[in-house]
């Protein structure tokens, strides 16, 4: 007596097998993936030179003024120092905007590699555009400075600045605008598991090309064998 090796058939309720990325595990991060986060930390930590370049020329200046003894602040009702932080602040800003949606419409699949490496790239910007202000600026060297100017002669003030908090502009608007953007313009994946059978209702199994089921001997309804 042979034995048949039953076939079994997916029902087409069951949800689909999820599908595995190329080179990466199901509905994990591929090193496609991670290389992007890599790129946008790298081009965006170099676009801090331009921050810093901007900030030296367009930062108000405050000027000292030296009596041959001491150096002192040529008008003390000056706002040239907070006005260093406010140029930094409104740059840096400018920076977050057009990063995060450079990094959108680069990507606009978004993912956990590519916000990484924006507020890693970001806050590195920020800090090689605030080294860069400072090296481009006035010298530091104050003392130096009032020497060379001679006497009674003003001269600028390196810039400074004095709210450290504005550093963290560039990555906190890049990140917020670039979830923001994403949450709102890229396609959500379908809900693989989707409803499921009612309780109780199972559909046959169907193969194509097989014969149909035999009729149950039992069914009274069943039409009665030839008798030879």
């Given at each position: ?19 595995e990325k190329p080179g990466g595990s199901a509905g994990g991060i591929t090193p496609a993936d991670i290389r992007d986060g890599a790129a946008v930390a790298l081009v965006i930590g170099v676009a801090g030179v331009l921050l810093g370049v901007l900030w030296a020329w367009l930062a108000p200046k405050a000027q000292y003024v030296s009596n041959g003894e001491a150096v002192f602040l040529k008008n003390s009702e000056s706002e040239s120092r907070i ?146």
């Open positions: 007596m042979g034995v048949t090796e039953a076939l079994t058939t997916p029902s087409p309720h069951e949800p689909p097998l999820p599908s006005g260093a932080d406010g140029t930094f602040f409104l740059l840096s800003l400018g920076f977050g905007l057009l990063s995060a949606v450079f990094v959108f419409l680069w990507r606009r699949r978004g993912g956990v590699p590519l916000v990484i490496g924006l507020m890693i790239g970001s806050c590195f910007a920020s800090l090689v555009g605030w080294r860069t202000g400072l090296w481009l600026g006035p010298s530091s060297d104050v003392a130096a400075a009032a020497a060379k100017a001679g006497k009674g002669v003003a001269f600028d003030a390196p810039l400074q600045v004095l709210a450290q908090g504005v550093l963290l502009v560039w990555p906190m608007v890049a990140v917020a605008v670039h979830l923001g953007l994403t949450a709102l313009w890229t396609p959500h994946d379908p809900d693989p598991s989707g409803p499921g059978p009612e309780p109780g209702v199972y559909p046959p199994p169907h193969v194509h090309g097989s014969p149909a089921p035999a009729a149950d001997s039992s069914d009274p309804a069943a039409p009665e064998p030839p008798r030879g």
